[in-house]
């Protein structure tokens, strides 16, 4: 058939589509990836954690848009030569750095399924919608908040903990905030989070329009927990200044040394105070699946609402973000908003209300819910909480290995999955900070830094299901080894540095 639009013919031909011309092509293609990144995962040993990217790899990303198209598997050999072996790291066992989680094969399956489907989950009927619920109903049961509970997956707990400060916002200033912004009353609004909290809470105050000085960031003991009479009195405090306190926000796991907070003497604090109690759990709320972890968060029951990542400690692949309110009510209430072409049935495809673009600023979501039910089908609560308890096991024994070495000093308590430490040395702090790039240039291992008390630590957070003893113990060896190169004390590093080899083709 030829159609004639604006004097150009208009010709009904499959050439015209996305499609493959050759299906049989996209399938042997398809499975040479497949197998690739199978590969990739379970040889992960052989490669260096990361390597610094040279000058010719990154100028490649600076090329001309491309106008005319390219075979596939060219470009999937750019990927696997220049993209591949400069990836971040943190499926090898040997990341430590900030709080990664590992992935799994079967997560990365489910991504692919998830692609496959290409399901929006913003509305709509249908079952990928279903599946999220299903997980927001498990999480609701993990932590044991009440049925009328929401649930929603974002990028990751920054967006998360923004969306719970929307939300207490609304529930202290009333649904008329979302009309009439937070105006002179909320100029008085006042949050109360710890100094150890992670710094996406004060980007969130600044984000809501509180502004980050609106938050106080109170004392923490020296397991760097919230000093919860300082919190009382501070409350206490701007109450007499005329300003309206109107959240709280407790931590579970914080960034730089793991420590969780007393939630149990928080909720009893908000409820006798008449705050939210928000909950940023990003990578420690998880804990909850382990035994010997879980009493440790008691209270968390009574949260508000909870931040979490199930890319973290949940091993699901970036990113599985997640946001779970106690009120579902005042979570739609936030975030509604009726438009006429979004109007619900209750039948056909636009039924199924309520539609999860009620409960965040998305109207468009991928089906980030398909691989975190996968993992959770798949592994079971079970496996994954032993596998967090294990995690914090090998913390303990870096621990102990820190604790046996004269050359070593522990910076922090080991409280969770995160050990903190230095070489000892004359100019500790510099020398530190070397060792650190010094390790992750070597391929050996994966530790990031922090500063506590002034003084550089090298941290190692231990997240990813693949990290074993021997990945402790080498992190150990490249710390001395190059701890003795930069304090001038020692020898340069017996270890050899190996580059990263193409994914097989
Ligand atoms: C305690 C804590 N809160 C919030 C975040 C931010 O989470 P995301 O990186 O998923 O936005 C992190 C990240 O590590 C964290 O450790």
């Not at 923004?162 to 002179?184: C, K, Y």
């Amino acid at each position: 058939m030829t159609v004639v639009l604006r004097n150009e013919p208009l010709l009904s031909e499959a050439s015209e589509t996305l499609d493959p011309q050759n299906w049989d092509e996209i399938r042997a293609q398809g499975h040479r990836m497949l197998d690739d990144m199978l590969d990739y995962a379970a040889n992960i040993r052989e490669r260096p954690v990361w390597q610094p990217i040279p000058d010719q790899v990154r100028a490649r990303f600076h090329a001309e848009l491309p106008r005319t198209p390219c075979d596939v598997g060219e470009v999937y050999r750019e990927f696997t030569d220049f993209v591949v072996p400069y990836a971040t790291g943190n499926v090898h066992p040997g990341f430590m750095g900030w709080v990664h989680g590992g992935g799994t094969a079967v997560g990365m399956l489910a991504e692919m399924l998830a692609a496959g489907l290409n399901a929006n989950l913003g509305g709509r009927d249908h079952i990928p919608i279903e599946v999220e619920r299903q997980v927001v109903e498990w999480t609701r049961t993990m932590f044991g908040l009440p049925s009328g509970a929401s649930g929603i997956f974002v990028t990751g707990t920054s967006m998360a903990n923004l969306m719970a400060v929307l939300v207490a916002r609304t529930s202290a200033l009333g649904q008329s905030v979302r009309q009439r912004g937070v105006g002179d009353e909320g100029a008085v609004l006042t949050a109360y989070t710890s100094k150890a909290a992670h710094g996406c809470i004060a980007k969130a105050m600044d984000l809501a329009g509180f502004g980050s000085d609106a938050l106080r960031c109170i004392e923490v003991d020296g397991f760097h927990r919230i000093d919860v009479a300082a919190l009382r009195a501070r409350i206490a405090l701007d109450r007499d200044a005329g300003r309206k306190p109107f959240m709280v926000v407790g931590s579970v796991g914080t960034v730089d040394i793991g420590a969780i907070d007393d939630l149990v003497a928080l909720s009893a604090l908000c409820r006798e105070e008449g705050l939210w109690f928000h909950v940023d759990g990003a990578y420690g709320a998880l804990g909850i699946l382990s035994p010997t972890l879980a009493p440790r968060l008691a209270g968390i029951e009574n949260a508000d609402s909870i931040a979490l990542d199930f890319h973290k400690w949940g091993q699901v692949p970036y990113d599985a973000g997640f946001l779970i309110v106690r009120d579902g009510q005042q979570h739609r209430d936030t975030f509604a908003t009726p438009a006429a072409y979004l109007r619900r049935e209750t039948r056909g495809l636009a039924a199924g209300s309520s539609w999860p673009c009620e409960l965040g600023p998305d109207l468009s979501r991928g089906f980030r819910a398909l691989k975190t039910w996968f993992t959770l089908k798949t592994y079971g609560t079970e496996k994954l909480g032993a596998i967090i308890t294990r995690t914090c096991a090998l913390a303990g024994y870096l621990e102990a290995r820190i604790l046996a070495e004269p050359r070593l000093e522990l910076l922090a308590p080991v409280q969770l999955n995160i050990v903190c430490f230095r070489y000892r040395a004359a100019d500790a702090n510099k020398v530190n900070g070397d060792i650190v790039i010094d390790v992750q240039e070597s391929g050996i291992a994966a530790p990031s830094t922090t500063v506590l008390d002034g003084r550089l630590a090298i941290r190692a957070a231990i997240v990813n299901h693949r990290t074993d003893i021997c990945d402790i113990d080498a992190l150990i060896s490249a710390v001395l080894e190059f701890g003795a190169q930069r304090s001038g004390g020692g020898e340069g590093p017996v270890v050899e540095v190996e580059r990263s080899p193409p994914l097989a083709m």
